[in-house]
C-alpha cells in the first residue's frame, strides 16, 4: 500500500514537477535563467558575482574599522 502511495510522488519528482518550495529569489533566478541565452546568463551571473564580492569587501571593511582603536589626538 505504501508503494502505491509514494508511486505518483516518484513519477513526479522523475519528470521535475515535484519541487521544493522556493523563496521569490530562487524562482526569478529560474525565470531569468529561462528567458536568457547563455551569453547572457554568463554576464548576468558574473554580474551578481562581483556585487556580492564588493558587498563582501565592505563588510570587511566596516568590521576592520569598528575593531581599529580610536585614537584620540
Same mark, same amino acid.
Given at each position: 500500500?505504501?508503494?502505491l502511495q509514494? $508511486?505518483?510522488r516518484v513519477i513526479r519528482g522523475r519528470l521535475g514537477a515535484a519541487k521544493k518550495r522556493q523563496s521569490l529569489g530562487d524562482i526569478l533566478v529560474e525565470v531569468c535563467r529561462e528567458r536568457a541565452t547563455?551569453? $547572457?546568463?554568463q554576464r548576468i551571473a558574473a554580474d551578481a558575482q562581483q556585487r556580492h564580492?564588493?558587498?563582501g569587501a565592505l563588510k570587511d571593511s566596516g568590521a576592520l574599522r569598528a575593531a581599529r582603536p580610536v585614537?584620540?589626538?
Open positions: 500500500m505504501t508503494r509514494n $508511486e505518483p547563455s551569453a $547572457e546568463w564580492d564588493e558587498q585614537e584620540h589626538g
